[in-house]
C-alpha cells in the first residue's frame, strides 16, 4: 500500500467569498490496488480527521483495509485533506474566506486531475459526509454510491450554535484546543453512553469523577497533536455546510444520478437522525435510488467510530466486489 502523501498543484482558485489563491497544493493518500486498475473509494475525512484512514495509525481502519468492509484488495481507496487540516504541514489562518462547497470544488478539480471520471463511492462521517453531499451535488454523475454518514445536506441552525460555542473557546480561552474540545465530547456522545461507562464513579488518585478525568484527557490529547489554526478551520467548515438554500432542495438533491444512501444514528446529538429521516422521506417521493439506514446506539454522533458491525451491515452489500 502507498501510505504517503502526494500532492495536487492548484492554480488561481477564487473562494465562493471571493478570495483568490494563486496556488493550493491539495495532499492525499491511496490505499489498496493502484489508481487506474480498480473501483476507486473517495473518503472524506471527519473534524479532526485526515487522510490517512488505513492501517495501524489509520483513524478507520475498522471499516477500511484488507478483508475489511471496504476491501483494499478490491478498492483503489484515495483520500484527501481538507486544505488547512494541518496534517500536511498547512495553515490557514483566513479560515472565514472558505466554505465546505469550496473544499468540494477543490476534491472534484483534484479527481480531473487524477483522471478520475466517476468514483465507486463517496463516503465520509460527519463533515466528511457534508462534504461528499456538496460533491454530488455539484457534478451528479461523480458516483455510483454517495454514502454519508451522521451526516447532512446542511448545517442546521443547532450546529450552527454548537460551531459558534466552539469558536468562542477557540477565540478567547487560556488553553483554546484544550476547551474547545472538552466542549465538543459533549455534542459527540450522548447521556446514556456516559452513563454507562462512567455511572459517577471516581477517580482516586485525582479525586474527580471519571468524566471529568476523561474530558481533560481528551482535551489533552487533541491540543498536543492539532494545532489551533487547524480547528479552526475545520469548525468554521463545519457550520457552511449548504448545498442549497433553495426552497426545492429536494429538486436540487434529485438531481444526484447516484445511489443516496443516508447512514444516521439514532442518538446523534450534532447531525438528527430526524433531520435525515425528513430528507429521505421527501427524496424518496420520487426518486427510488434514496435509501435510509439507522444505526441504533447510545453513543450519540461518535457512533460511526464506535458500531462497527452494524456499520459493515450497512455497507458491506454496497462493497461487494
Known amino acids: 500500500m502507498n501510505k504517503e502523501l502526494s500532492y495536487i498543484q492548484i492554480n488561481d482558485y477564487t473562494t465562493q467569498s471571493g478570495f483568490q489563491i494563486s496556488t493550493l497544493q491539495l495532499s492525499y493518500q491511496l490505499f489498496g490496488l493502484e489508481l487506474g486498475t480498480a473501483p476507486v473509494v473517495l473518503v472524506n475525512h471527519a473534524l479532526t480527521a485526515n487522510s490517512n484512514v488505513v492501517g495501524e495509525n489509520g483513524w478507520w481502519k475498522e471499516v477500511i483495509g484488507n478483508r475489511k468492509t471496504i476491501d483494499t484488495k478490491k478498492f483503489t481507496v484515495l483520500a484527501f485533506n481538507i486544505p488547512g487540516n494541518g496534517f500536511d504541514g498547512l495553515l490557514i489562518d483566513n479560515y ?11 476534491f472534484l478539480y483534484a479527481l480531473k486531475k487524477l483522471k478520475i471520471c466517476k468514483l465507486h463511492a463517496i463516503i465520509g462521517g460527519s463533515l466528511g459526509g457534508g462534504i461528499a453531499w456538496e460533491m454530488a451535488v455539484i457534478n451528479p454523475d461523480i458516483a455510483q454510491h454517495i454514502i454519508p454518514i451522521a451526516a447532512d445536506w446542511k448545517s442546521t441552525d443547532w450546529l450552527i450554535a454548537n460551531c459558534s460555542i466552539q469558536e468562542q473557546f477557540l477565540l478567547n480561552s487560556k488553553y483554546p484546543v484544550h476547551d474547545a474540545r472538552m466542549h465538543a465530547m459533549m455534542c459527540y456522545r450522548t447521556p446514556a453512553s456516559y452513563k454507562a461507562k462512567f455511572n459517577r464513579s471516581v477517580h482516586e488518585e485525582l479525586k474527580i469523577f471519571n468524566i471529568e478525568s476523561w474530558l481533560l484527557h481528551h482535551g489533552k490529547k487533541l491540543q498536543e497533536r492539532f494545532q489551533l489554526s487547524a480547528y479552526k478551520m475545520m469548525n468554521h467548515l463545519l457550520r457552511t455546510i449548504e448545498v442549497t438554500n433553495a426552497s426545492n432542495w429536494a429538486f436540487e438533491l434529485n438531481k444526484i444520478k447516484a445511489q443516496i444512501h443516508l447512514v444516521a444514528i439514532d442518538s446523534d446529538l450534532f447531525f438528527l437522525a430526524q433531520e435525515n429521516k425528513e430528507t429521505y422521506k421527501k427524496l424518496a417521493e ?8 439507522e444505526i441504533v446506539s447510545i453513543h450519540g454522533h461518535d457512533a460511526f467510530l464506535i458500531e462497527f458491525d452494524q456499520l459493515d451491515k450497512i455497507l458491506r452489500p454496497l462493497f461487494k466486489s
Not at 472565514?96 to 477543490?106: G, Q
Open 286 to 293: 420520487s426518486n427510488c435510488n434514496v435509501f435510509y439506514h
Open 96 to 106: 472565514k474566506d472558505f466554505v465546505a462547497k469550496d473544499i468540494a470544488n477543490l
